[in-house]
């Protein structure tokens, strides 16, 4: 297991590239930042000079492959990085100079078992897209088929593995410091991430996302997912059909093309929707490189490496609560918050609907031109605070996603109305999901099915039915020595660890200082 010592070495070094961004400035300012951290943020950014502008994207960017993961998953979370990081972040591009073609060809060997020769006619030694995790490849199968052929980096999962323990081990010690640090449940924010990166480090996951996808979608029109072969395909190396069509951010391509562009934005707004609310299943990954408009207008969509699920009753909770801010009903929306054990019971159910109030009805009526999203989610994560909600790690895909669809439509169809395209949508869905019929249909299947079960019921009640509230339950998280946990067995040498640490990394701040700053 790696030491404290190593991991504290990688948050300096980590810290000094942040510092000479500007962007450590946000952390060591914070209002709600441990007395700790600032100690830290102040060893990592000596002798360094600190633009008056932080780049937090470019930051992220340099320190490496792991981190520009986890600065998109901030630019969800206004509430935890602030609007101005959590705006800036958004711009972060998941982009790398690809890996020199000899060594995509050995992984593609080590992979399949024989020379690429064997498989493809040809591949282009020059990559079409190169990401932190894969690179992407044109080529052309022994059938004659295009086909887009993604490559793991050599060596990504080690370097993941690694960064990602020193993350727990931070979120591990500042949740353990309370207060606002533990409300914002790190850990298990940290946990989620190391989930979503482990499938997108196994590209068989990936392959089976599009199949999934594909599946849930086939009956939506003007949405397309690429076929996989799955002869081609294994957990390094993901071969899929090739898509030709227009990049949805090349706005005069598309107009040349003759395509109806506040038409797309509505057909991407209802595509999410879909898979959203009506599948569970959705690509939580739509930034414009990610999205083609083909020839007869339909949207093409690639990479699967990030997808979010949401289970039937959250999906529902989600609906009403979109349909209560779209229509003004901001009791119901408040009613839903309690049910799902979001706000404490403690709190008041009318002061959390007035305070839903304040967000929602600014927004009504007017276009994203004027206000957003995103500007709802910031105002969203603000009441968080005051009504003591705990962050919902499997809501934050979602967050993430909605701001990209948002982003995309708006730059379509500057004028879109996202609750005008939604509201009716949520209704139907509504009425379909929640509805007497459906209410009844669902009141019957599940009366039988707990009769059936009923001897096993009975055996297993207590431990079978415990509390829960809307959330899903939370997966057990990596256990994490704290360092100040060992002072109950070593106190007496414990001062003299911590001090030889602590001056062991100023001097090699002092030393990185004269080097680099």
Not at 68 to 95: F, H, M, Y
């Amino acid at each position: 297991m790696t030491g404290s010592a190593t991991h504290i070495s990688r948050l300096l070094r980590w810290g000094r590239v942040l510092a000479r961004h500007g962007a450590l400035r946000l952390i060591e300012q914070g209002r709600n930042t441990p007395a700790p951290v600032r100690r830290l943020c102040r060893l990592a950014r000596f002798g360094t000079i600190q633009p008056r502008v932080p780049d937090y994207a470019g930051a992220f960017q340099d320190i490496g492959p792991a981190a520009i993961k986890l600065g998109q998953t901030l630019a969800t979370r206004p509430d935890l990085v602030g609007l101005e990081a959590a705006q800036n972040l958004l711009t972060l591009q998941d982009s790398l100079p690809p890996v020199p073609f000899e060594a995509i060809r050995r992984q593609m060997e080590a992979a399949f078992g024989c020379p690429p020769e064997e498989l493809f006619d040809h591949v282009e030694p020059e990559a079409v897209g190169s990401a932190s995790i894969a690179q992407v490849h044109r080529a052309v199968t022994k059938d004659g088929l295009d086909v887009a052929v993604k490559v793991l980096r050599p060596g990504i999962r080690e370097k993941f593995a690694r960064d990602i323990e020193t993350y727990e081990w931070t979120a591990a010690h500042l949740e353990a410091l309370g207060g606002e640090a533990a409300r914002l449940r790190p850990r298990a924010i940290i946990a989620n991430f190391r989930r979503w990166t482990v499938r997108e480090l196994d590209l068989r996951r990936e392959a089976a996302s599009a199949s999934e996808l594909a599946e849930a979608m086939k009956s939506h029109e003007g949405y397309r997912v690429p076929a996989i072969d799955w002869d081609r395909t294994n957990g390094s190396v993901l071969t899929i059909e090739w898509i030709d069509g227009i990049k949805i951010s090349d706005l005069d391509a598309l107009r040349a093309a003759g395509h109806d562009l506040p038409a797309l934005a509505r057909r991407l707004v209802l595509a999410f929707l879909s898979q959203a609310i009506d599948a569970g299943f959705f690509h939580a990954d739509m930034h414009q490189g990610n999205l083609f408009v083909q020839e007869d207008g339909t949207i093409a969509v690639i990479d699967f490496g990030i997808m979010g699920r949401i289970d039937r009753r959250a999906r529902q909770w989600l609906a009403e609560i979109l349909y209560g801010l779209t229509t003004g009903n901001y009791r119901r929306v408040a009613e839903i918050h309690f049910e799902a054990q979001y706000v404490p019971s403690y709190h008041s159910v009318e002061e959390f609907a007035t305070a839903l109030r304040a967000v929602g009805e600014p927004m009504r009526g007017k276009p994203v031109s004027e206000l957003s999203v995103g500007q709802m989610l910031d105002g969203l994560f603000a009441i968080t605070r005051d009504f003591d909600m705990q962050t919902q790690p499997h809501l934050l895909l979602l967050q993430k996603t909605m701001v990209m669809v948002e982003g995309l439509a708006t730059a379509l169809d500057p004028a879109i109305n996202m609750w005008d395209v939604a509201g009716p949508f949520v209704k139907n869905w509504i009425r379909d999901e929640l509805g007497p019929e459906a209410a009844l249909a669902d009141r019957l299947r599940e009366d039988t099915q707990t009769l059936l079960r009923l001897p096993e019921l009975i055996r297993r009640i207590e431990d079978r039915y415990p509390p829960r509230g809307g959330a899903p339950e939370q997966a057990p998280l990596p256990e994490v020595e704290l360092m100040w946990a060992r002072k109950r067995r070593s106190n007496h040498w414990m001062r003299y660890i911590l001090a030889a640490l602590a001056g062991g990394a100023l001097a090699w701040a002092m030393m990185q200082g004269g080097l680099l700053g």
